[in-house]
């Protein structure tokens, strides 16, 4: 079964970086886009960045250009969204998502506090 599994978040002060990893099993990484999303409180989950199979096609909300940067290791079947100069506004909870086999599939999500 399709399993996709968050860690790397957590508590930073406003500028500095955080690096979330998502590990995926069950399916054929290295066919599927993978993305990232986040959801803040009260707000609606939203996508912050995705990429094609073998890395050649990137996607960015415009919020995170420039900031952010999403890659992935087929070998590892792990997808990774380093994130420098946070701000607050960054706060939110951070899900890796993929679309397989007719289904989305989502992680557990970890949280991301930006605070001074």
């Known amino acids: 079964q399709v399993q996709l599994v968050e860690s790397g978040g957590g508590l930073v002060k406003p500028g500095g970086s955080l690096r979330l990893s998502c590990a995926a099993s069950g399916f054929t990484f290295s066919s599927y886009v993978m993305s990232w999303y986040r959801q803040a409180p009260g707000e609606e989950r939203e996508l912050v960045a995705d990429?094609?199979?073998?890395?050649?096609?990137?996607n960015y909300a415009d919020s995170v250009k420039g900031r952010f940067t999403i890659s992935r290791d087929n070998g590892k079947t792990t997808v990774y969204l380093q994130m420098n100069s946070l701000q607050p506004e960054d706060t939110a909870v951070y899900y890796c998502?993929?679309?397989?086999?007719?289904?989305?599939?989502w992680g557990q999500g970890t949280q991301v506090t930006v605070s001074s």
């Open positions: 998502k993929v679309l397989a086999y007719g289904a989305a599939y």
């Open positions: 990429i094609s199979g073998f890395g050649g096609s990137i």
